[in-house]
């Protein structure tokens, strides 16, 4: 149980999570980490500030993110991202996971463990694609069919980037089936789709094949 001061620094942690600029943020993480006895129930005061209504309800998520990766100690910001993860909801899970995978791209030992058990139980493999940048293929509702990169005599204007199309049937073929998605904004909300075989984008044209 949390001692009355706690329960005040924690209630005003969170109202500066619902603050986006990182003045905010800077505040917020002095008053965490002046709580007593921190360093010791880090981990246990953090599952508390992140279940609170206030910060359920009204954090921003930017903030809460910018917060989870200030803390000094990172397997904080794994169980951060743990809570997240597991909360659903309003939580972009794609945005946190691509803060847990950066951390897992710096530490080793017990937080690299914890850090990788989260991402194998927590993070679905689409998720993990879209926020680890990894390779995969894309398939249609309809028909599972595949999209890959067209060969060049698919080029029109003949000096323009190849078409993309669908194929009912494919074989591997130098890695025209293979994508990857990279975010267009910090918030993983929108992503650009990247062919691994020619290194151009997918985009829609009014052009003519």
């Known amino acids: 149980m949390m001692e009355p001061h ?6 005003w942690v969170g109202m500066q999570l619902g603050k986006s600029s990182p003045e905010a ?6 008053c965490f980490l002046a709580i007593r006895d ?7 005061l953090l599952k508390n ?14 903030a809460v993110l910018r917060f989870l990766a200030s803390l000094p100690h990172q397997e904080w910001t794994v169980v951060g991202c743990q809570f997240l993860l597991e909360a659903g909801g309003r939580w972009n899970a794609v945005a946190v996971a691509s803060l847990l995978d950066k951390v897992m791209a710096q530490v080793g030992g017990k937080t690299l463990m914890l850090a990788e058990t989260c991402w194998i139980r927590s993070v679905s ?5 879209l926020a680890s940048n990894g390779p995969v293929m894309i398939a249609s509702v309809l028909n599972d069919n595949m999209l890959f990169a067209a060969e060049d005599y698919f080029l029109y204007d003949e000096t323009r980037r190849c078409i993309f199309c669908w194929a009912d049937e494919w074989e591997a073929d130098q890695s025209k089936e293979i ?3 990279v975010p267009s904004n910090p918030n993983f909300t929108e992503f650009y789709i990247l062919s691994v075989y020619s290194q151009e984008y997918l985009f829609a044209s009014d052009v003519a094949a």
């Open 6 to 11: 706690e329960t005040n620094a924690i209630r």
């Open 25 to 30: 943020c800077i505040e917020a993480v002095t």
């Open 38 to 44: 921190i360093e010791y129930r880090g981990d246990i």
């Open 49 to 62: 500030l992140l279940s609170t209504k206030r910060v359920q309800l009204l954090a921003v998520q930017d």
């Open 125 to 129: 493999p689409a998720v993990r694609a």
């Open 179 to 181: 994508w990857r998605f």
